[in-house]
């Protein structure tokens, strides 16, 4: 069973649905016994960076979802979910974020080109060892909306590369049992699809 966490502002009526498509069996939830009795847990998320970390922290989710990580659970954060892994952020003045994945969200440049918020499809750029893209090819299109982007620390933990406004930036992150998509896979059709049910086989 998959446990998507409630903290407020995630996307979980498409999470959701996406998941009862492909006939996995999971459970929104806010009860943190959830995810110690879970197989794989979803962070997804959508809204701003420090109310979303501030309610993680007030609720224990925290420390539960380390937790179950260091215990090697399977991890997706999804969109802001990926982005509250990190150490800090930078929206709306200097965040705190949950220092899982040493490294920081920066807002895009601004320049002439790519307007932000980037809102629709891309391309994602991967290595085929990534078991979280088995059955999909590096380039294939998934869809964004977001503004921020992740810079870790240690390079090894990209995941997938994508091109906007003027940069290259990391569009996923691995680290072992940790996966994390600045796209949203619930909404990019069946590429998305077949990236959540990956998900749902790693072990």
Known sequence: MIAVIDYGVGNLQSV????????????VTNNLNDLSNASHIILPGVGAFGQAVNHIEKTGFDVAIKSEIKAGKPFLGICLGMQLLLSSSEEMGFNKGLDIIK???LAFPKQPIDKVPQIGWNSIHFKENNPLFNGISSGDMVYFVHSF????????????????AGIEYVSALWSENIFATQFHPEKSGKIGLKILENFYKIC
């Open 16 to 27: 959701g649905n996406a998941l009862e498509h492909l006939k996995i069996d999971y459970k």
């Open 103 to 105: 490294g920081k969200v």
């Open 149 to 164: 982007y992740v810079k870790p620390e240690n390079k090894n933990q990209t995941g997938a590369t994508t091109e906007y």
